[in-house]
């Protein structure tokens, strides 16, 4: 039942501009108080199209897309607290852990590694969300 009474949101929505996932009504990130909520980045430039064939730079892509996010929001991948990272393939654990290690410090988040059968497109590899803390 919906209420009558307009109550302000907790919830910040972070967009940015251009804003590559607003035409599929997904934020690319919500804040609640100084928790932040990113919603999976992929390797696609800011106009959604898919940044190369190959997984280093999908997945260099998709960190930087996270990266950029986080800024929006006024925190940074040190900030991090939770990463899960989806993989079409577990062949790239290698490459992932040389990843997390390349753009992340310690202390590194916590994670979730996961193989998915597919993602939201067929050309992509990778697929990493977040819950940073906002300073």
Do not use: C
């Not at 929001?73 to 900030?79: F, H, V």
């Amino acid at each position: 039942m919906a209420t009558t009474g307009a109550r302000p949101s907790a919830l910040r929505r972070i967009d940015g501009d251009p804003d590559w996932y607003e035409p599929y009504n997904i934020s690319l990130a919500i804040q609640a108080g100084n928790l932040l909520f990113v919603s999976g980045q992929a390797g696609i430039d800011e106009h959604g199209r898919t940044a190369a064939p190959d997984f280093d730079t999908q997945a260099r892509r998709a960190l930087a897309n996270l990266a950029t996010v986080l800024d929006r929001a006024g925190a940074s991948l040190a900030d991090v607290a939770k990463v899960t990272i989806m993989v079409t393939d577990m062949a790239y654990l290698d490459d992932i852990i040389r990843l997390r290690a390349e753009f992340f410090t310690e202390p590194y988040p916590a994670d979730t590694l996961i193989q998915v059968a597919g993602l939201a497109q067929p050309d992509w590899l990778v697929e990493i969300d977040a819950i940073a803390v906002v300073p």
